[in-house]
């Protein structure tokens, strides 16, 4: 069954520093993955996606993902955070059933990002 | 601004009640995918309508029904209300019906069982 791992619950970096969020994934073959971000109170906004080609892909934000087939991982990258950046990050997965293009997202659990002045 | 519009923000109800949650997309978009966040089981998905047709069914209780009307908003109705179904409830549109396509999220409603 396809499945989302975000390792880190929650996680603090100071502002200026850089950061990284891990995300690992459970699919059969490569599958579409995203990055989102949520604000209190607010929806889920789409940071970035990676479905094919060059492994490195650039965000909204100042954001990057880089794909690793070998560790089944999709993690989030940002070389210096802004205070703004503050939020809930979920990583997804698109997994299409077999012999269609449908199918649904499953998401992990999330990482709390706290940003210290 | 997602431009998914969900109503209303906030929902305060008790137990053994009906409520529907309403959905408007993107202009343009045919997709409307619902989602269950709780901090039991995170974000679920629930449904997913394309131009009218449910498409897909995943983590809905038969208390739990949906549809999607000519105008391509989408109304998610519950019943039987429990404690348990207190959590944000959003609404996501998107261009097509396939996975790869990206979906636009609203603000979600707040369900708040008593």
């Known amino acids: 069954a396809q499945s989302v791992t975000q390792p880190d619950i929650h996680i603090t970096v100071s502002e200026g520093a850089s950061l990284e969020l891990r995300c690992n994934y459970s699919y059969g073959a490569t599958p579409y993955l995203f990055w989102y971000v949520q604000s209190p109170g607010q929806g889920l906004q789409l940071l970035l996606k990676y479905f094919s080609g060059d492994t490195l892909v650039q965000g909204i934000k100042g954001f990057e993902a880089e794909f690793k087939r070998s560790q089944s991982s999709f993690n989030l990258r940002k070389p210096s955070v802004h205070w703004s950046d503050a939020a809930e990050y979920f990583c997804?997965?698109?997994?299409?059933?077999?012999?269609?293009?449908?199918?649904?997202?499953?998401f992990g659990r999330g990482t709390q990002l706290t940003v210290w002045p | 601004d997602s431009g998914v519009t969900q109503t209303p923000k906030h929902l305060i109800t008790a137990t053994g009640q009906r409520v529907t949650l309403r959905c408007s997309p993107r202009s343009g978009d045919l997709s409307v995918y619902w989602y269950q966040q709780s901090l039991d089981q995170g974000l679920q998905f629930l449904i997913h309508y394309y131009n009218g047709e449910e498409r897909a069914k995943g983590n809905i209780l038969e208390r739990f029904s949906a549809q999607q009307f000519p105008d391509l908003h989408s109304e998610l109705n519950l019943s039987s209300l429990e404690l348990g179904d207190s959590a944000l409830y959003f609404c996501?549109?998107?261009?097509?019906?396939?996975?790869?396509?990206?979906?636009?999220f609203g603000d979600g409603t707040r369900l708040s069982i008593l």
């Open positions: 997804a997965v698109g997994a299409p059933d077999r012999g269609s293009t449908l199918g649904r997202l499953y």
């Open positions: 996501a549109s998107s261009a097509s019906d396939r996975v790869r396509q990206p979906q636009h």
